[in-house]
């Protein structure tokens, strides 16, 4: 079983739906982090969380340490979303390693 | 802030052949990592670097991959010799010595025919 677990592993939506991504892990963590990645290769950090909930713009991520489970909410879908989403948690304190999940591809249509 | 540096951008070299790549880390980050990712898979750690030292490589294949960054600032990643298996995105990664930001750079994607 690997230690960070995604759902779903890809995801097809139309233009403005309300979308969920979930990361759940069996690992004692410093933070979890959520990436995302384009075709191409180039990874974008777009959270980084400890605790609670984060907001930017469309985007959304909760975590909930006990659970030891994380979400990230995209409102209001849009075509440019479409990409790669990668959770990733921390082991090790700041200067530890990431692990990563599979990644849930997503698709957004117009 | 200028972001993690790498290049090439792309690569596409004969099985058997020698490959390097380049990373330059944000100036001041003194952890540098990194990382393999083979298609439809997450990232998986090859070396990390702590200024010059190197903090976990337990998951580089040592008999044909090295890396070095010999002053603690870039460093190169070097495939020698190549195999089909080794196609993937190298991912280059710095962090701060204090705090938990991670930056990536764009990535190197290897092809080997």
């Known amino acids: 079983k690997n230690e960070v677990e995604q759902s779903p592993q890809n995801l097809t939506a139309q233009e403005g739906e309300f979308i969920t991504i979930n990361c759940s892990y069996s690992v004692g963590i410093s933070a979890l982090h959520w990436l995302q990645q384009h075709p191409g290769g180039g990874i974008v950090s777009l959270f980084m969380?400890?605790?609670g909930k984060k907001k930017h713009g469309r985007l959304i991520a909760t975590i909930n340490i006990q659970e030891k489970h994380s979400s990230l909410h995209i409102t209001a879908s849009h075509p440019r979303d479409s990409a790669v989403y990668i959770c990733?948690?921390?082991?090790?304190?700041?200067?530890?390693?990431?692990?990563f999940g599979k990644g849930t591809k997503l698709s957004v249509k117009p | 802030e200028a972001g993690v540096a790498q290049s090439p951008r792309y690569k596409i070299i004969e099985k058997r052949q020698s490959v390097a790549f380049w990373c330059n880390p944000i100036s001041g980050h003194a952890t540098l990592y990194w990382y393999q990712q083979i298609l439809g898979q997450g990232p998986k750690l090859l070396i990390q670097?702590?200024?010059?030292?190197?903090?976990?490589d337990s998951q580089l294949p040592k008999d044909r991959f090295s890396a070095e960054r010999l002053k603690g600032v870039d460093s190169t990643l070097k495939i020698q010799p190549a195999k089909l298996e080794d196609s993937a995105v190298y991912l280059c990664?710095?962090?701060?010595?204090?705090?938990?930001?991670?930056?990536f750079g764009s990535g190197t994607r290897l092809t080997v025919v």
């Open positions: 990664a710095s962090s701060p010595d204090r705090g938990y930001g991670y930056t």
């Open positions: 670097f702590q200024n010059n030292g190197v903090v976990d």
């Open positions: 990733a948690v921390r082991v090790g304190g700041s200067q530890g390693n990431l692990i």
């Open positions: 969380l400890s605790s």
